[in-house]
């Protein structure tokens, strides 16, 4: 592929104090998507709600990278379990932000960082709102396993509970969609003030 058609991924995090700026900014960003705005369902497995906290996630890593979009979005989904009352959720919610991190950046870099294209971050959001639904799936199963049920049953209770995760991911795939460019947009503002 030749130098003029490769596209390049804009590094918002050119400095040390832009890093910190923009990690902390997306973490409480992320706490607040899923603090204030979440509406709870009934399920089988866990309490389950809808909440924007996915969704921020992803645009977390999309412009922070992998590593610095996952911790963000684990401050922010971490501080969100710790003060309501899911503290032992907290390391398996750390661990999903980082495996969908991972995917996100794996199916971003796949498009070659291309976000000129709507059709390719809405293609990223799909993948993550998949990934956070096989995740929701494997988790319930083996809750419902080491808590004493057969195999059979932990499956339908897991699948049972998926509806809530589901709606989640359609909607991660919908607000990233249409946030990705304004938020862009501010980030190139923000960018262009910390340089000057």
């Known amino acids: 592929m030749s130098e003029t058609n490769r596209v390049k991924r804009v590094n918002y995090t050119t400095s040390g104090v832009a890093t910190i700026v923009l990690v902390?900014?997306?973490?409480?960003?992320?706490?607040?998507?899923?603090?204030?705005?979440?509406?709870p369902l009934p399920a089988a497995v866990g309490a389950p709600f809808i909440h924007f906290g996915n969704s921020l996630v992803v645009l977390?890593?999309?412009f922070l990278?992998?590593?610095k979009g996952a911790i963000a979005g684990s401050i922010g989904l971490g501080i969100f379990?710790?003060?309501?009352?899911?503290?032992?959720?907290?390391?398996i919610?750390?661990?999903?932000?980082?495996?969908i991190a991972f995917i996100v950046t794996e199916v971003f870099k796949l498009l070659k960082f291309n976000d000129d294209k709507?059709?390719?971050?809405?293609?990223?959001?799909?993948a993550a709102g998949l990934t956070k639904i096989v995740l929701s799936f494997v988790e319930g199963t083996l809750k419902l396993t080491f808590a004493g049920s057969n195999l059979?049953?932990?499956?339908?209770?897991?699948?049972?509970?998926?509806?809530?995760?589901?709606?989640?991911?359609?909607?991660?795939?919908?607000?990233?969609?249409?946030?990705?460019?304004?938020?862009?947009?501010?980030?190139?503002?923000?960018?262009?003030?910390?340089?000057?």
């Open 152 to 196: 059979n049953s932990a499956v339908t209770s897991s699948i049972l509970s998926l509806p809530a995760t589901a709606i989640n991911s359609i909607s991660t795939v919908i607000i990233v969609s249409l946030l990705y460019v304004p938020v862009k947009k501010a980030l190139e503002i923000f960018l262009s003030a910390s340089e000057s």
């Open 81 to 91: 379990d710790i003060l309501n009352g899911y503290a032992a959720e907290a390391p």
């Open 118 to 126: 709507i059709l390719n971050i809405t293609l990223v959001a799909v």
């Open 65 to 67: 990278g992998f590593y």
């Open 24 to 39: 902390g900014l997306f973490a409480a960003i992320t706490y607040v998507g899923i603090q204030f705005f979440r509406i």
């Open 93 to 99: 919610i750390i661990i999903d932000v980082f495996v």
């Open 60 to 62: 977390s890593v999309l």
